[in-house]
């Protein structure tokens, strides 16, 4: 059912699932429509100054021609005022479209990146799981960045460089159609350039990002473990291997712009060999009914030709760099939500607190099943506690629960409700889970614990830190409750973490608790206190707690993992007169 | 040092490239101008003047003309665009070399998603300050100079006259300056946020789902991205407002050359000949002048963002080199704490007072203590992770602070209680600090850790890849392969900051047996809350409130009846003072 796929790494290339095509194209397109007045508007406004700069050049002809020979002095002041209310409107009407435009390509990016940061919200543990992380912030940030310019003024500009081209054509047409065609005989030869350096500019530009995915990658985890890089001496390692990764990342450079620098040159040879073709043709008297002023009119015309076509291969240039960065963002939107509501489901009655699990079977990777057949019972308002060895799958027995992962087979439920028949946020809201990973967010304390429950009071907080006895260094701390929590965490020692993060658990005050190895770090001292604690709050709320310390689970039902299943069930007392695994565990900790 | 001067002391290697592209796009302007003069002579002498036989001789320089200027073009911006990313990858390395020795303090004081800011979309714009905003200012500024010279010579009056703008162009680009750098930094400033608060929300996955916290989390983003895309829409709004006059002033030059040209030739001081010419030419003045703006403001921006990596530069980690660092020639592994005090750099009150300790090569500390009562502090002293407020640290009789801080660093083997793992094999991880071991090694490593059994029932065993920070292993499985590593290590020091601690019993004493068992004993710190962790220790430290409170043996320690005695009562299920079950 759920094929994991294989883990990426820094300097492994991520394969493209789909690369860009049609509905790429499509989809950027519902993006760019809702501002398709806006965009019309600007392209008009672009039509317009470009007309009026096509006015100016005639003031100089004007000049030249007839005010000089004249000697109307009175007409070069007349001139000059036009020329200047010419040259403000065009500016104007410039800074209108360019502020148009980027209103609008800012807001699409701010759109794309919206959806991107939702639908990464959705996606499950897998998906985080199984590549860097350093990966997905750059799609975020900087890929969505780097399209902004191209989805407002590139698509205005195309349009705009097409229609100036056909308005040359026209006029060329007009003046000559045999240079018209003498000139459009080149266009097959550009097209067919264009159409060879499509795929390996698209490739190397593919392979750009590629490149530069990898590197943040590692930079990014690089930032991460530096510490552990540091005490390893690892230095001179990893500078190679980074020093490596930025080289990778020149040369793919490098690769594209020899590729889609040879545009610009082959237009200007194409031009070239155009106006050399008509001055020979004149020269030679190929086309004996030309006349000489046509020529020289036409190759006005022809400089202008080109122009439209040079403007054409750079925004060209953009698209493709363009796509390479746009197929990485829909592939990220197009990543499967594995785990979400089913067709139908509804809320989560509020929870009693029966949990069944039956015949589950689960994998993380198929094949290999973590667990087998394992069968499970918790009674409303029950502790249980989960033991066994490292590994045995009692961290994933929770995550079921929650709805982490889906299982292969079996069911599991809460108060006879299938948690696959019920909205995921109500199953979760119920539930507090304290995993192992005790990640806090930067901001203060006070912020940390309040993400529990976003509306409780400060009094609440208080309260909550109380319960978990994080209030004694809490308020120990020069800053108190408003002392800043750092990224690394690193004034807080992990026992003072997990204190932080188990008050977060409990503000939350779920119906369902779980908590796994939540006192690991904490000492025996503070966590017998905070057990203490808990006995109340634990009344009435079904909990799972997973701990290696033994004394911490004396008065819960003790569920012992191992083997894919649960081998053995029962209170400590009993366990221990079972003399089975649970006694040996259990021996093995006293001396 | 400005950041101009440090990109270009960075580059220095690349001038030569730099310099020569820079030359062949000024010479492919001079093809463009030869070339008119070639067909203006075919039209003159082959058309007109009926010399036939010059028509293939000029076509052959036109030809030539074209394919040189083809190639020139082509080589110009290879080799520009090769300076400009051999300078980024260098600059991406210098600073990568800086974020390595930088300390703790400043990983706590700067967030990752700003660092990574710094290094992606900041040096995005240091390349482009060296692929435009340095060949378009040189190109920019000798086609000016050039084109004046040529105005100056014929036609010294209207040259001035078409510089009339010049003194507003300049005082306008004062203003640019002024004002287009808040602006800039804003951007700058809200793009950072933006990434800082997707790279947490990334890192911190499973917590915001555990919480289910999707919709807070994107009512956060949603006010950072829109902030940011506020402050770029700003900047441009900003930027209109001066742009459309710099657009204007080199729009008008070509209006005066035609007014004041033109009443020069009316009343006879200037040819019409000339004046076609200052026509022609005024492109010359007119683009430089317009690309001005553009540069000064682009280059606004490139300062708000080199500004940003320069702080990488500029920084200093508090923990250094020594000037003549001590490299041992045989460490031993004896360590020793003289009256060690520590205070954060913030704090008020010490985390550390009056500590001494003792450990000879080759024995075993414990140290246990309450949550946050300085442990972790304490071992964290001796790789130098930070430094002693007063008193010392030494290892075999010499100061750490006076070690070779790599040598130090190959001294002691550390496995933290924040489990980092690699995205990388396992084997890859296990072997971190020491990339070659040999296979049999890190199998070694991994049976005295225990992690061989689950290792090899892995679907690609020590090559399988394990995600960021090690997800998808329990936190027992990460400890155990965080053990290996620092088994792997080999060193003659070696601290185990609570690394069983999500291990079950049965495995930690496995692993305990094979670390008595290992050839070569180090010196082992062992950090820890459970007895079973430091019972069999030679000496067990009892820190409390920053103090060591209790030390001695196990047998010692329980016979004083203190905080160890307590704690073991309460882990064995005895009650205090009254003897077994």
């Known amino acids: 059912m759920d094929i994991k796929k294989k883990r990426n790494k820094f300097n492994v290339d991520e394969e493209l699932e789909s690369p860009f095509d049609s509905t790429h194209l499509k989809r950027s397109f519902k993006y760019i429509k809702r501002y398709g007045k806006s965009l019309i508007f600007a392209l008009l406004l672009s039509v317009v100054s470009t007309i009026l700069s096509l006015i100016t050049p005639q003031f100089s002809g004007l000049v030249v021609d007839k005010y000089i020979p004249a000697g109307n002095i009175r007409g070069l002041f007349v001139m000059a005022a036009c020329f200047v209310v010419i040259v403000a409107l065009i500016i104007l009407i410039n800074r209108w479209r360019v502020l148009i435009t980027t209103r609008v390509g800012q807001t699409i990016i701010s759109e794309i990146r919206h959806d991107l940061f939702e639908h990464l919200q959705k996606l499950p543990f897998d998906y985080y799981d199984t590549r860097p992380h350093g990966k997905i912030l750059v799609r975020v940030v900087n890929y969505v960045n780097s399209v902004a310019d191209f989805l407002s003024n590139g698509i205005v500009n195309i349009i705009l460089e097409l229609f100036s081209l056909m308005a040359i054509i026209v006029f060329m047409f007009i003046t000559s159609p045999k240079l018209t065609l003498l000139t459009l005989a080149t266009m097959p030869v550009f097209v067919i350039f264009i159409v060879l350096i499509k795929s390996p500019q698209r490739r190397a530009r593919q392979k750009l990002s590629n490149k530069n995915s990898n590197i943040n990658a590692y930079l990014h985890e690089s930032i991460n473990g530096m510490k552990v890089t540091q005490s390893f001496d690892r230095e001179e390692v990893n500078y190679g291997i980074y020093s490596g990764l930025a080289q990778d990342v020149r040369n793919a450079w490098m690769k594209s712009v020899l590729i889609s620098g040879t545009i610009w040159p082959v237009i200007g040879l194409l031009s070239d060999t155009v106006k050399l073709g008509i001055y020979y043709s004149a020269a030679a008297n190929i086309f004996a009914d030309i006349s000489l002023g046509t020529i020289l009119t036409f190759i006005g015309y022809v400089f202008r030709f080109w122009m439209p076509i040079q403007m054409l291969g750079n925004l060209y240039n953009n698209l493709i760099n363009t796509t390479a960065y746009l197929e990485r963002i829909f592939e990220v939107l197009d990543e499967p939500i594995s785990i979400d509501d089913h067709e139908g489901a509804t809320a989560l009655p509020e929870v009693k607190g029966r949990v069944e699990f039956r015949d589950v079977t689960f994998a993380y990777e198929k094949g290999v099943n973590v667990l087998e057949h394992l069968n499970l019972c918790a009674e409303p308002g029950e502790s249980i506690a989960l033991v066994g060895p490292t590994g045995a799958g009692k961290s994933t027995v929770v995550s079921l629960l929650a709805r982490f992962y889906d299982i292969q087979e079996g069911s599991i439920t809460i108060d006879g409700h299938s948690i696959y028949d019920v909205k995921i946020s109500s199953l979760r809201s119920q539930m507090g889970m304290m995993l192992q990973d005790t990640f806090l967010f930067t901001g203060t304390i006070m912020d940390n614990i309040r993400y529990g429950r976003l509306d409780a009071t400060d009094e609440e907080v208080y309260e909550a830190a109380r319960a978990v006895h994080a209030d004694d260094f809490i308020s120990q701390l020069p800053d108190g409750y408003h002392t800043e929590v750092k990224e690394r965490g690193s004034s807080l020692s992990a026992g003072q973490r997990q204190l932080i993060s188990f008050a977060r658990t409990l503000l939350a005050d779920p119906r369902i608790l779980i908590l796994d190895e939540a006192t690991s770090a904490i000492d025996t001292k503070t966590e017998l206190l905070v057990q203490q604690g808990l006995q109340a709050l634990l009344k009435g709320r079904t909990s799972f707690i997973i701990a290696h310390r033994l004394s911490t689970i004396k008065n819960c039902r003790i569920l012992y993992v191992a083997d894919k299943q649960i081998v053995e069930n029962g209170t400590h007392d009993e366990l221990l007169a079972l003399h089975g695994r649970y006694y040996d565990l259990y021996t093995a900790q006293l001396d | ?581």
């Open chain 2, 1 to 581: 040092m400005g950041p101009v001067k440090w990109v270009m002391s960075t580059a220095r290697e690349n001038y030569g490239k730099m310099i020569i592209g820079m030359l062949l796009s000024v010479l492919c302007v001079g093809f463009n101008i030869i070339s008119p003069i070639v067909y203006a002579r075919i039209i003159d002498d082959v058309i007109e003047g009926g010399q036939a036989e010059k028509l293939l001789p000029l076509c052959a320089i036109a030809i030539a003309c074209a394919i040189l200027f083809v190639i020139f073009t082509y080589a110009s911006q290879f080799l520009l665009e090769l300076g400009s990313q051999n300078t980024e990858r260098d600059l991406r390395k210098q600073l990568y070399a800086k974020l390595q020795i930088m300390d703790q303090n400043y990983y706590g004081a700067n967030r990752t998603g700003d660092l990574m800011m710094k290094l992606t979309g900041d040096l995005d714009w240091v390349r482009h300050f060296t692929i435009f905003l340095i060949p378009q200012t040189i190109t920019n500024l000798l086609t000016f100079f050039a084109t004046l010279i040529v105005f100056l010579i014929f036609n010294w009056k209207l040259a001035l006259m078409a510089m009339i703008f010049t003194p507003f162009t300049v005082l306008m680009t004062v203003k640019v300056r002024r004002n287009m750098r808040p602006a800039h930094n804003r951007v700058r400033e809200s793009v950072s946020q933006l990434n800082t608060l997707v790279q947490e929300n990334i890192s911190g996955n499973r917590v915001v789902k555990a919480f289910v916290r999707e919709d807070y989390e994107l009512e956060r983003f949603e006010e950072k991205n829109r902030a940011f895309r506020d402050a770029s829409i700003n900047t441009t709004r900003t930027w209109q407002r001066y742009a459309p006059i710099l657009d204007g002033f080199s729009n008008c030059l070509t209006v005066v050359l035609l007014l004041f040209g033109g009443i020069f030739c009316i009343n006879g001081s200037m040819t019409l000949g000339t004046l076609s010419l200052f026509l022609s030419m005024a492109w010359g003045l007119n683009r430089p002048m317009n690309m001005f703006g553009t540069v000064i403001n682009d280059y606004q921006r490139f300062l708000a963002s080199a500004e940003k990596i320069m702080t990488i530069y500029y920084a200093k980690p508090d923990i250094e080199n020594p000037e003549h660092p001590y490299v041992p020639k045989e460490p031993k592994g004896e360590i020793e704490f003289r009256h060690v005090e520590y205070k954060y750099p913030s704090g008020k009150a010490p985390v550390l007072m009056d500590i001494n300790l003792k450990a000879k090569p080759g024995q075993t500390i414990g140290i246990m203590g309450p949550t946050g009562c300085g442990k972790s502090t304490l071992v964290s002293l001796i790789p130098r992770f930070m430094d002693t407020s007063r008193g010392s640290v030494l290892i075999d009789g010499v100061d750490v602070r006076k070690y070779d801080l790599h040598a130090l660093h190959s001294i002691v083997g550390m496995s933290m209680q924040d489990v980092f793992l690699f995205s990388e094999t396992i084997d890859a991880n296990i072997s971190y600090g020491n990339p070659d071991l040999a296979e049999e090694r890190v199998i070694e490593c991994a049976t005295d850790a225990d992690a061989d059994s689950f290792i090899r029932r892995m679907p690609d065993g020590y090559e399988t890849i394990i995600g960021e920070r090690g997800v998808g292993l329990s936190g027992g499985q990460k400890q155990r392969i965080a053990l290996a590593r620092a088994l792997a290590y080999d060193t003659p020091i070696l601290i185990l900051d609570d690394t069983t601690s999500a291990v079950d019993m049965d495995t930690e004493a496995y692993i305990q047996e094979r670390l008595r068992a290992r050839k070569k004993k180090a010196t082992t710190l062992i950090v820890a809350q459970r007895i079973s962790s430091v019972k069999d220790a030679d000496c067990i430290y009892i820190l409390e409130n920053g103090r060591v409170s209790e030390y001695g043996t196990h047998e010692e320690l329980l016979k004083k009846r203190g905080y160890y005695y307590s704690v073991y009562c309460l882990q064995n299920g005895i009650t205090e003072e009254g003897g077994a079950n």
